[in-house]
Structures are given as C-alpha cells and as structure tokens.
C-alpha cells in the first residue's frame, strides 16, 4: 500500500485528529529551492489519500509572511540591505506587479505550487495577525510565559532560563523592525519592548523604548509558539514537517507541547519527513543555494515534476542532480512503468503513485503508446529525422490525439534537457562550425577524412559505409580508434560519438562534406 494511504487508514482508523485538517507553512525568507516543494506535495498526497477514503479533509498552506527578514535573497542584498528585521510583508520593492518582497516571494512559491497540483487554500499569518484572530492566544501565551520556558528547557534539555523574556515580538513603532525588539514586561494589557541594537547579528535595532497593545498584528508571537497558536488558531489536526524541524528536541516538538500545555490542544499527527538534497547537499532559500522552484517546470512537465516528488518515500531522502547525467531520462522511465501499471492493472503501488501525481483528472485507462523520453531526445539530433512520422513507424500506426500531446510536451522538454542537462556522451549534434579540437589532427587522420568525403558520398546505406570505413582504416594503415576519432572531433568536438555510418547519414551530406573538407586540410 502507498505510504500516504497507509497513514490515512491509520488517522481515521485512530478516531482522533477529527476534523481531518492538514496543514503546512513556510516562512517565505529567498525564492523558494525545489525542496520546499516536498512538504507542500506530501501535504497534498496525503490530502487526496484522505479523500480517497471518502472522509471530508481540509488542507491550508500558511505563508509567514509577518516573519523577520533576518536574511535577504542574493538579488536583494544591496538594494534592501536597509530593511533587515522588517517584517517580510513590510519591506518595499520597485516592481510592477508586487508592492512588497514578501508578495514577490510568497507568489514565486504559490505559482509552482499551483502548477504542481497543490490543492491547498492559501492562508497569509500577516493578514491572520492584522485580523485580530490571534489575540486570543497572544493573550495565553503572555499569561503563561514561564510555563513556555519550562517546555522549552524540557524538551530541548537545556539549563538557561532568561529573565523577563515574554513570548512575543513587537514591531518598533519608531524603525518599522521586529526582529530586533526585546519585550520585557506584560501588565495585561500591554506589552513593554526596547528596539535593541546588539540583540542580533543580522539586524541593528534602532533603541526605541515603548509600551504597545500586543493585540491586532503589533506584533506576533515567536517561531516555535506561532508554529503551536498556528494549529489552534486555524484548528489543524495533521501536519507534517521536514527532519530539520523533527528531530528529538527540535521545534516540532517543543510546539507540541506548546499546543498541549498552553493552548489545550489534542498534537496534531505528526509527519517527520526527509530532506530534498541537490547533488547530496541541502539547498537555502535565504541564502540562494539550489536550483529555484519556479526553474523545475522549466526542465520538466508539471506531472513529471509532482512525480519526482511522490514517487519515494517520505522517509527516504530525495536526491536530485540533473546536471551532466541521465537521471532525467531515467525519471521519464520511471513514470512511464507507473503509467502502464495504472493503465493494464499490473501493479497497485505503481498505479497509486501515477494517480497522485496527476495535476488534475485521471486519464482514461486505454492502451496507449507513450513516446520513450530518451528515444525523443536521440531523434531530435538526427537532423533527417521528423519525430512524428518516426514515432509512428515505431508504434506501426498513427499516433492518437493524446499520444501526439505527450510526443510534443517531450520534444519541448528533451530540447532543453539536451541544451543544459544531458551528459557529453549523449549529445551529438553536429557543431555549426568547426570544433577546436579538430584543429590538432594528424597528417593520417586528414587524410583519412579526406578520403571519406568520397564514400559519403556514393553511400545511402548505414551497413555499407560502416564496412567500407573499416577497410578504409586499413588501406591508408590508421588505427581505427584514431581514425573514428577524426570524424567525431571534426563533427562534434569530442573523440567519441554514435555508430558512426549510421551518425553521417543522419546529417546532411554537403555539410559533412564541406565539413571534412575543411577539416583535412
């Protein structure tokens, strides 16, 4: 059974976590890497497993959009440098479409999001804060700072106990900062805050003293008690988190207790997942590290993408590096197995991982001729080649309305993969002009060239002129490992390439003659 209908079984089968709401949330600090989709499309899996098991659920994303800017984008370093500390729903950019860098940022994540399926509604905690819907537990966490700070040292299992800290974080009414502001003192009704400049590293506060009612977005509550007053507030019942978060001690499990202790919360279901790794190393947001998540469907199709994604585990880590090797066509490979699983029934696990990562509806269950990725990006680079009619000479027949979708959306998605991603090996278009590294060839390897311009072009057939290349070799006494290498380095500036008779007629004939004319002088 797939994992996500196996923890839904196990939800409902429990009677608790009722109603079934799931929820997830990021704090929008850079453009979002490609692992910040994992906690949004585990979300969503186990969303439409709940459904599946005919129960009504509920799924919300939080953006926290009132978070401190305690880090900026590496675009945005030098022109908003000055807004360190602000709330990211606070700091101001030149743009035409966004007034503010939170906006930019929370719509590049929400437009992926949106592309890769993610069904979730869309909840801002700067605009849940300004609405007043967390002064109820603004007011708890307040009254019950002391009890705050025991869990903190319980379950984190350190010793340091600050004096008159208060769980919340006022904006300065002087600088516009929130991140640079120790709240000292609580009377019932306000709160007392000094804007500190040496509290953080990444931030100068200004030295403003004031007092200012905590209530209607003046400020919010700390990370791991706005995590907790987040499930009350919103009344969420399952939520997963990534394995930065969960581990023992962390503040996945510090908000538990928040939600039990302080806000009388049954915890919600918890979900420990693993990391999205690039190339093996975890990726920042903040900090400009990975490939960015709006660049995923510009390398794959939207279904192929949430699949990358649904096809592993949530426990397993994912790691996706698709520079310089055949990791994409093999992920091509992979979704089409789960495609065939899900049309012939051959396989349930398969099926179910091809059903969840459907964008929208589920195509009929038919057979179906699917184009191989890697067969499309070889025949892109044979310029004699028209994909359609070739793909229809492989299926014997023509290809359907919807086989000819899939042939295009690949053609597209092959063009940039053989552009930026395919290994050396792999691709083999010929160079429009002549490759630096022909210019080092020996007499023997000119003279070989020289002498092949003739069989090119008497030759129509592949078989013939592979023969008649190898008897070459030995008329003009070169070896053949040199000599196949002259037509490659002339060609495709590399020293080895495709079977090489069936490669030449692949290319125009007057171009490779021109070419080795050119490169046997």
Known sequence: MYWADEIAKKIISSGKYLPYWVDDMKTP???????????????????????????????TFVFNNFDPADSLPPEFKDSLGKYMGFPLKDIPIKDNKFKT?????????????????????????WDMYKNGKFDEVIKIALDNSE?????????SGSNKKVQNWLPFQAVCEKCGRIGTNKVYKWDGKYVYY??????????????????????????????????????????????????????????????????SKVFGLEKPY??????????????????????????????LPPVIARFLFLRTNYKQQINFDPKGNMIIPDL???????????????????????????????????????????DVANYLQQPNVKLLDKFEEIKGRKLTSDEEKILKEREKYARVWLSSYAPADFQIQMLESLPKEAKNLNSKQKEFLNKLIDLVQKNDSAEELQSELFELTKKINIPSLEAFSSIYLSLIGKERGPRAAWFLLSLPKDKVIERFREASK
């Open 29 to 59: 600090s850079g453009f979002a890497h490609i692992g910040s989709l994992r906690g949004p499309l585990i979300h969503s899996s186990l969303y439409r497993a709940l459904l599946t098991q005919n129960v009504k659920a509920k799924y």
């Open 101 to 125: 860098l939170g906006d930019l940022l929370v719509n590049d994540l929400k437009s992926v999001m949106n592309e890769l399926g993610v069904e979730a509604e869309y909840l801002y905690s």
């Open 147 to 155: 009890l705050i700070q025991d869990i903190y040292q319980k379950v």
């Open 194 to 259: 000094k804007c500190e400049p040496e509290m953080v590293k990444w931030a100068k506060g200004c030295g403003h003293e004031g007092k200012v009612s905590p209530f209607g977005g003046t400020g919010k509550l700390p990370w791991k008690v706005d995590w907790a007053a987040h499930w009350k507030v919103i009344g969420v019942t399952i939520e997963g988190a990534g394995k930065d978060h969960a581990s023992a001690g962390g503040s996945y499990d510090i908000a538990m207790e928040i939600a």
């Open 270 to 299: 918890k979900l420990p997942y693993e990391h999205f790794l690039l190339g093996g190393k975890k990726m920042s947001s903040s900090k400009g590290i990975g490939l960015k998540a709006h660049d995923l469907t510009k390398i």
């Open 332 to 374: 091509f490979d992979e979704y089409d197995r789960c495609f065939k699983a899900y049309i012939t029934g051959s396989d349930e696990n398969l099926s179910r991982v091809f059903e969840l990562s459907q964008i929208k509806s589920l195509p009929e269950k038919k057979d179906m001729f699917i184009p191989r990725f890697r």
